[in-house]
């Protein structure tokens, strides 16, 4: 018997999604941009994402960057960026609110709103925010333009992250001890936290599970846009084990600035010829798991939405057959009757076994993919069996676990 296990909640009605990411200065913006206004011709209501600093204004021929509410750019599509300095600016205001009392308390001075400025790590936390905005929006189709490849993996990790972490600081059980705190506090002689400590982290868990559940929908892909060449060879290498080890999958492969082969110059032509050799290389790595859609370059930085169509369609994002949440890929397979087994599998193309890690504690798995970390929660009946052993086979990690006889029903 094989059963996979579960992932995060589907959701219904959640909007066809790309998430477009890359090595660094390899047209993402761009890609992205044209994916969505190719998603609005064909008719579909589309918002169009940036977390670029300057959002999306610059390709899309705006004369302003657009707003950090959506905004008409041409019909059927709209864009917006995130905004890290009003988020944490509102988010600080709120907390300091909440926390009024303890400050009054110790003396403490408000800060004003225009006193603030954003700490590092803020820009994550407000894209997490934009995201599950726009995925409670009418969108038809959602294009977010990510931050560069191995950033924008930290942050699709990050809710799964942060809500383990609330369950362990705040578990739901622990709730029940409000009802002691205003005893405690006659005995203490202090004022106790207050109940919106607990009432924070329950909105923050849900917010946090309606951005996992976008992230691990079957209506959500990650498109990877890179300029061929050696340097973007070794980070999509990088990163596949990070998309393996989180479980997002990819709808296509974007070589960006593709050179004309044409060419009768000797020295574009030579440029052009090492972009095919790496092309070649990577529809042999990559080509069964990732379609291979090439831009090709238009002799200058594209600037309009004229532009953007001439570039062509990087990719359809509108119907996708809803495979099912796809945010944990590993499966388990009951082979108690053969060797008396439970064999937990994992897909890691590509990764070897020194890059690969596996820790148990508790009932939650430690593993390790070259740089990426994740902590996966261990099924019911994998928590009462020991880890036997593990291998990695033809790109699969597969965990052995042994069930412990005390912990099992006994078989007449």
């Known amino acids: 018997m094989t059963e996979r296990a579960p992932g995060p909640a589907p959701v219904t009605g959640t909007p066809r999604t790309v998430l477009v990411t890359g090595p660094g200065g390899a047209g993402r913006s761009t890609v992205a941009a044209a994916t969505a206004l190719a998603a609005a011709r064909r008719g579909s209501r589309t918002l169009l994402l940036s977390a670029d600093p300057a959002g999306p204004g610059a390709v899309l021929g705006a004369r302003t960057a657009p707003a950090v509410e959506p905004a008409e750019v041409t019909p059927g599509l709209w864009a917006a960026r995130v905004d890290p300095a009003d988020y944490f600016r509102t988010e600080f205001l709120a907390l300091q609110e909440r926390a009024a009392t303890a400050l009054d308390m110790l003396g403490a001075r408000r800060l004003d709103g225009e006193e603030l400025t954003e700490l590092p790590g803020s820009e994550q936390f407000a894209l997490l925010q934009a995201l599950r905005r726009a995925s409670a929006g009418d969108w038809d189709v959602l294009v977010v333009d990510l931050p560069p490849l191995r950033d924008a993996l930290s942050v699709l990790a990050l809710p799964e992250r942060l809500r383990r972490l609330l369950g362990r600081l705040l578990p739901a059980e622990r709730q029940a001890a409000r009802a002691l705190r205003p005893m405690m506090a006659q005995l203490a002689g202090v004022p106790m936290p207050a109940g919106w400590l607990y009432g924070a982290a329950a909105s923050r868990d849900e917010e946090l599970a309606a951005v996992q559940a976008l992230i691990g929908a079957g ?194």
């Not at 001439?310 to 994002?317: A, E, F, K, V």
Request: some cysteine.
């Open 219 to 412: 209506t959500t892909t990650v498109r990877l846009v890179a300029e061929p060449g050696p340097a973007a060879g070794d980070a999509l290498r990088v990163a596949r084990d990070g998309l393996s080890l989180y479980g997002l999958r990819v709808d296509a492969l974007v070589p960006n600035k593709v050179l004309p082969t044409d060419s009768s110059d000797a020295w574009l032509a030579t440029l052009a010829a090492q972009q095919q050799k790496c092309l070649d290389e990577w529809g042999e790595e990559y080509g069964s798991a990732w379609p291979l859609r090439a831009v090709r370059h238009l002799g200058r930085d594209p600037r309009g939405l004229d532009d953007l169509d001439h570039l062509g369609d990087p990719g359809d994002p509108g119907d996708l057959a809803d495979a099912g949440p796809h945010g944990d890929p590993w499966w388990v397979e009951d082979r108690r009757e053969e060797d008396g087994l439970l064999v937990w599998s994992l897909p890691l193309p590509g990764a070897t076994k020194a890059d690969v890690g596996l820790v148990r504690r508790g009932d939650e798995l430690l593993l390790t993919v070259g740089p990426f970390h994740r902590i996966v929660p261990l099924e019911a009946a994998l928590r009462r069996c020991t880890v036997s052993g593990a291998a990695l086979t033809d790109g699969v990690l597969k965990v052995r676990f042994t069930p412990e006889p005390g912990l099992w029903p006994r078989t007449p």
